[in-house]
């Protein structure tokens, strides 16, 4: 396009010169470098269209990798471990509701072979043997029992839940929440013992 307008300006400088110089030629220089003009344009109009349909493609590329990466959202990526983590807890709950059970049943045992026994209410019998004895509560659920001088106790299920919830927080710094204290910080209280105990 510069050099078809560099052609008008000669023409008509030599014009302005007194030179002779043909309309038709004067007129092709000037519809040569219009031509030109128009070219140019367009061209710059094309790679702005291209540029923009390549932007286009980008985002739609950019969608397509995203809606790929994300798959389902969090349905997919949090409910399953969710729902791992809530069979763990309630396999747990589960675990120290059968511990007690087992407990109760260790206690009846020793009830029935006649081992003499304590309770709330009662003062300890003269023959009981501090090694191996049951302590009962008024309502003839086992406290704690002793064999071979080694102290059982019942599980408290929940105690159990939320010392696993804490140690999950305490093990990855708290589980902080937006706008709320630290999940540990929340679940404070005693852990149970054979936790406080484990070396």
Do not use: C
Request: aromatic share 6%; net charge negative.
């Amino acid at each position: 396009m510069t050099e078809a307008l560099d052609r008008v300006a000669e023409l008509e400088r030599a014009a302005i010169a007194g030179e002779e110089v043909s309309a038709s030629e004067l007129a092709a220089a000037r519809e040569e470098a219009r031509i030109a003009e128009l070219a140019a344009r367009g061209r710059r109009e094309r790679d702005a269209a291209d540029g923009a349909r390549r932007q286009q493609e980008a985002v739609a590329q950019a969608k397509r990798d995203v809606a790929a990466m994300l798959g389902g959202g969090v349905t997919d990526v949090l409910l399953p471990q969710y729902d791992a983590a809530v069979r763990a807890l309630a396999d747990l709950m589960a675990a120290a509701e059968a511990w007690n059970e087992k407990l109760q049943s260790a206690a009846q045992q020793f009830d029935q072979a006649g081992i003499p026994s304590r309770s709330v209410f009662h003062a300890a019998p003269e023959d009981l043997d501090k090694r191996n004895y049951v302590y009962w509560d008024g309502g003839y659920q086992v406290q704690s029992l002793t064999v071979d001088g080694n102290g059982h106790v019942p599980a408290q299920p929940a105690q159990w839940v939320l010392a696993a919830i804490r140690e999950t927080a305490r093990q990855t710094g708290g589980l902080s929440m937006n706008y709320h204290p630290n999940i540990e910080n929340q679940l404070r209280g005693d852990d149970p013992s054979q936790l406080r105990d484990r070396t």
